[in-house]
């Protein structure tokens, strides 16, 4: 007698830390309870994760998580499956927190369903700090007394100027010609180029992960991180869920926060946005098998249950509201909410990508060799509009 068809098993590709991979497969196994699928995880490096084409794994895997400034070449290479329309988008938008639906909508189709919401905000050790520092001149005080670090290797160095335009009043202009303006960005950079003289030289090769693994050593002389991406892992009791290759004992918590002030009664915004989508490769033969897991994780029943507990950073509004979520993080959602309401969507056109990179690259070289900063923009720009053409 037939006993019909096996359950599918999809292939997963994620990003290699505990925030990124704990909640996947905390899902995957009530998943598999639920409808017998089976959802075997693999992980790529955050370097791997920001810049790697997205299209080369489309060839290998069934669900992807993918960073949303990938959609426009995504879209010219149709190597995801739609799941949606820009009205199906509309309609769900409010389930999430800031721009993090919209982020994953390209040419009037949803490319990706966001399971983690992130921007740059500021981090602080609260068992050193009662608060973290208000302003600029505060914070390079205490970068001054060796007490502070700032991921800065790209495209970390990127976000951050992006970030500071933004608290200048004048965030990135997608359309162009000038991504960020001159005259403001100047600004932004010598403020980079000023801290990034004061602080210890080998942020220019740490990324979020390798600040805040630092940051979280209980003997650390790091109290204060200014523009870093925030991430929840380490603000839970024990702070135990760490990089892969680190030690898991006990680590002094990590708080953050919304960012500093750099003009006295502005708004904070223009943060750039980060965060992750859960996609479908095109040429799945299990489409619609994931699909369905696609759409179950980014929904209110697993971000605010399972997702959530296993360490995840929720991209749903009603997680990030939720009242044991905070309590277990330092009120990590409550403390970042405005800012990353307000955060800044980069551009998402094919061709993104390649400027990224190259900009981030010449902006270290900027940084490293104290370059102007009417020549460093200028380069920056033109490296927009030979992509943005």
């Not at 927190?97 to 909508?105: D, E, I, T």
């Not at 000038?178 to 602080?199: C, M, N």
Request: proline residues 8%.
């Amino acid at each position: 007698m037939s006993t019909g068809p096996e359950p599918a098993l999809l292939r997963g590709m994620t990003w290699d830390h505990p925030r990124g991979y704990d909640p996947l497969i905390a899902c995957s196994a009530l998943w598999r309870e639920r409808t017998g699928v089976r959802i075997e995880w693999e992980r790529r490096s955050l370097q791997d994760f920001e810049s790697f084409p997205v299209a080369r794994l489309a060839e290998r895997y069934d669900l992807i998580v993918i960073d949303h400034p990938h959609v426009g070449q995504i879209t010219r290479l149709r190597c995801l499956a739609p799941l949606g329309s820009d009205t199906d988008a509309a309609c769900l938008e409010k389930e999430y927190v800031g721009a993090s639906l919209p982020s994953y909508v390209w040419e009037g189709t949803l490319w990706a369903l966001p399971i983690d919401a992130a921007a740059q905000v500021q981090a602080w050790r609260p068992d050193r700090l009662a608060h973290p520092p208000a302003t600029w001149a505060a914070m390079l005080e205490l970068a001054a007394a060796g007490a502070v670090l700032c991921p800065l290797r790209p495209p970390h160095d990127l976000m951050a100027l992006f970030t500071l335009c933004g608290l200048l009043g004048s965030p990135g202009r997608v359309d162009g010609p000038d991504l960020i303006a001159p005259a403001t960005a100047g600004i932004a950079y010598e403020l980079l180029r000023e801290l990034s003289g004061l602080i210890d030289p080998a942020c220019l090769g740490m990324d979020p992960i390798a600040v805040l693994e630092r940051m979280s050593e209980p003997e650390s002389g790091c109290v204060s991180s200014p523009l870093i991406y925030g991430y929840v892992s380490y603000s839970g009791r024990g702070s135990s869920a760490h990089a892969p290759g680190v030690s898991s004992s006990p680590r002094a918590r990590v708080a953050f926060g919304d960012l500093l002030h750099l003009v006295p009664g502005a708004a904070r915004r223009g943060s750039a946005l980060g965060g992750t989508g859960i996609a479908v490769a095109a040429s799945s033969p299990h489409r619609d098998a994931a699909i369905g897991f696609a759409r179950w994780v980014a929904g209110p029943e697993a971000q605010c249950g399972p997702y959530v507990q296993a360490g995840g950073q929720p991209a749903s509004r009603a997680a990030w509201e939720d009242v044991a979520a905070n309590e277990a993080s330092l009120d990590f959602y409550r403390n970042t909410r405005a800012t990353l309401e307000s955060a800044w969507l980069r551009p998402r056109h094919a061709g993104y990508m390649r400027f990224q990179r190259a900009a981030s690259a010449r902006l270290r070289e900027a940084l490293e060799s104290a370059e102007p900063a009417r020549s460093a923009i200028a380069a920056i720009n033109r490296l927009y509009q030979d992509v943005h053409r």
